[in-house]
């Protein structure tokens, strides 16, 4: 059912065009390369996939439906609106793929920890879930701010197993977590995997999360194919780093007739410095180990960001969406966070359906795309992710329940 | 004195001088702008007095190898404002009061790439600076920066660790000038030093790989005896925490000043057998 081709490979350093690269410390440069060489030879053995694929249809739950969303479509009005269902996935977000690809990648290295960083904490629960499985340890970075917004998830990761440890510095968020993972991981590369959550990262991680989510777009292709007898006119993801995105969209990267559109967090607005819109507002830059596009200052400090979504709080976003950007083959859009709350609520009346807040960034964007779209015409939006573990979010931003602090 | 005509081997000499005198460098570390632009021009010249070669270092929002006491380091200097034209200033200044001092530009990529790795290449020589320590520029990724700072005669200094293999040390060393700078550990900056043999191993290996390049270690240094122990099978001994430590030790500029020289002095008499 899967392609399993490795099609627009990046180079033998892990560049897409300028970007990406292994911008490392020397101490993690053997530690990548020994994963590089893992991830080629298991991609080859077809025993590899087998378990993977196994695990993919009988503990996640994959395939995830393609849902013909006609009460949604019919609220919006222009383009039939189908969405990839990542949400009913096992523990709830797409994440799985690449924690289940990476966790077999991490035994078959007998390796017997492994680590990650977390922003919603979807990761965090995912590599948690797969460390349960496979039996082993599991330190999860988070900042104490995300802890405080996901705190659900926190708990999930305990009971799983997984120490959550808090992280402190800088602005307290995704990239800190990162960073405190990747100190970690200097000290503990020898009996230790990390896990790495999205599309960014040192070479071979955009690779590596790229690969582990093709699954979506392979099934939402073909789903769509069969349900509708065409291809969409419109793909649409969210992108925090990019991993749902890259899954969703590289599959329909040679469709020429499918515009691939990239929606970014606008925060409080994109003209208000209060966003994490990299591709839209930042340049290029070098962050945990790569060359992308960065929201930093005049004189290359990373900046804090703002996104009413744990997920999208990150002020970088994997190198291969910045060149697929640069080459033209990516669309931009955002979404604040007063619309995804909006389209959440939408989407849950009209549906039955309760997003994540990441997801309803996509859902935001898609629906304004197929307003202005026929009816004949398809938008697929990726709904990355079930909405549960933002709940407490939600309830504040709507006034539902008292405002703490 | 113009400092921008100087000899571009700078380094390669304090090394000779130090080997003639019969003692290992001593190469010392602090953040510039920590915690402020004026205290740290009055620290880094203080230390600049007892060392062989400074590492100055420049602050940056994502110090991913670094341990907490270098990180706060970071935090302070960049919440006192400092720029990275005030790295350049305080360079300047170190250089003008020590003209046989090594000086090594230490940081992160994202700061000389947002600047353009020319125009930082052009800065930082005229400020004085020998060479360049970039963390996060591996030989590989060397493309991005190698041609300016050879176009502007800045040494760049390459690290090494435990898990570099012989095919890495020959790339380092391929791509490296000035000295190498060995990580003595696996781990991040002020954590704790690992099996003295072992470093001495792995820099013994390195030396025999090297070529004339010298061997600095660091990472881990916290006591004199270490740095005695550490000196007597490198080049050069480099110790960064244990003397930004004493800025938050101290309760005023003046003692920090002191515990740091007199630190620093106990250092180089350690490195100095």
């Known amino acids: ?405 | 004195m113009n400092s921008a005509i100087v000899d571009p081997s700078r380094l390669a000499a304090v090394f000779d001088r130090c080997k003639q005198e019969g003692r290992t460098a001593l190469v010392g570390y602090l953040t510039a702008g920590d915690p402020d632009v004026s205290t740290s021009e009055e620290l880094l010249l203080a230390l600049a007095e007892q060392t062989d070669i400074l590492e100055i270092g420049m602050p940056f929002s994502d110090p991913m190898a670094d341990g907490p006491v270098i990180q706060a380091a970071s935090e302070r200097a960049l919440e006192a404002g400092t720029h990275i034209s005030d790295v350049f200033e305080l360079t300047r200044k170190v250089r003008d009061a020590n003209p046989e001092l090594g000086i090594v530009l230490m940081g992160y990529a994202n700061v000389p790439y947002a600047m353009g790795f020319d125009l930082f290449s052009e800065r930082a020589k005229a400020a004085g600076a020998d060479g360049v320590l970039i963390v996060d520029i591996p030989a590989e990724e060397g493309h991005i920066c190698d041609a300016a700072l050879k176009e502007h005669g800045l040494d760049r200094i390459m690290l090494l660790s435990p898990t570099s293999t012989d095919e890495r040390i020959q790339l380092a060393c391929d791509c490296a000038s000035g000295f190498i700078y060995y990580v003595s550990l696996n781990g991040i900056t002020g954590a704790d030093m690992g099996d003295m043999q072992s470093i001495h191993e792995k820099v013994k290996h390195i030396k025999a790989i090297s070529d004339d390049l010298p061997v600095c270690v660091g990472f881990g240094v916290k006591t004199p005896e270490q740095a005695a122990q550490v000196a007597e099978f490198s080049d050069g001994v480099v110790v960064g925490s244990h003397f930004v430590a004493h800025i938050t030790q101290a309760e005023n500029k003046a003692d920090i000043r002191a515990a740091l020289s007199a630190s620093a002095a106990s250092m180089r008499q350690a490195v100095g057998i």
């Not at chain 1, 892990?14 to 893992?38: C, D, N, S, V, Y």
């Not at chain 1, 994959?62 to 222009?78: D, E, F």
Request: net charge negative.
């Open chain 1, 1 to 405: 059912m899967y392609n399993l081709d490795i099609t627009h490979a990046p180079d033998a350093g892990g560049h897409f065009g300028k970007f990406g690269g292994r911008f490392a410390a020397e101490t993690l440069m053997q530690p990548l390369k020994e994963i590089e060489e893992a991830f080629y030879e298991a991609w080859a053995d077809d025993s590899f996939h087998a378990e993977r694929l196994d695990l993919l249809e009988n503990y996640v739950g994959r395939a995830t439906p393609l849902y013909h969303a006609k009460q949604l479509t019919a609220a919006t009005g222009g383009a039939q609106i189908y969405l990839k269902r990542e949400d009913l996935t096992h523990t709830g977000a797409h994440k799985i793929n690449n924690t289940i690809g990476q966790g077999l990648l991490a035994r078959r290295m007998g390796k017997k920890r492994v680590i990650a960083e977390t922003g919603a904490g979807q990761h965090g629960v995912a590599t948690a879930t797969v460390a349960a499985m496979f039996g082993m340890q599991c330190d999860i970075y988070m900042g104490r701010e995300d802890m405080a917004r996901q705190m659900p998830n926190v708990l999930r990761m305990r009971l799983l197993g997984a120490n959550v440890i808090p992280v402190d510095s800088g602005t307290a968020t995704l990239k800190d977590a990162v960073n405190e993972a990747l100190r970690n991981w200097v000290a503990t590369c020898e009996d230790t995997f990390y896990i790495f959550g999205t599309a960014a990262g040192p070479h071979p991680y955009p690779l590596l999360v790229r690969q582990f989510h093709t699954v979506i777009g392979q099934e939402a292709r073909a789903q769509c194919l069969k349900q509708a007898g065409r291809l969409p006119d419109v793909a649409v993801a969210c992108v925090g780093g990019g991993s749902n995105a890259m899954g969703l969209l590289h599959p329909f990267r040679d469709d020429a007739s499918v515009r691939l559109v990239a929606v970014e967090a606008a925060g409080y607005g994109l003209e208000s410095g209060q966003h994490a819109a990299s591709l839209a507002k930042g340049k290029a830059g070098i962050l945990h180990g790569n060359l992308t596009f960065l929201l930093e200052d005049d004189e290359g400090q990373v900046q804090g960001t703002h996104s009413i979504s744990a997920g999208l709080d990150y002020p970088g976003v994997g190198p291969e969406l910045a060149y697929m950007f640069e080459q033209g083959r990516l669309e931009l859009d955002a979404t604040t966070d007063d619309e995804a709350l909006e389209a959440l609520q939408l989407l849950t009346r009209k549906e039955g359906i309760i997003p994540a807040l990441e997801s309803s960034h996509a859902l935001a964007a898609g629906a304004r795309i197929a307003k202005s779209m026929d009816a004949d015409q398809i938008v697929l939006i990726n709904l990355s992710g079930r909405g549960d573990k933002d709940m407490n979010t939600v309830f504040k931003a709507l006034g539902w329940v008292e405002n703490e602090s």
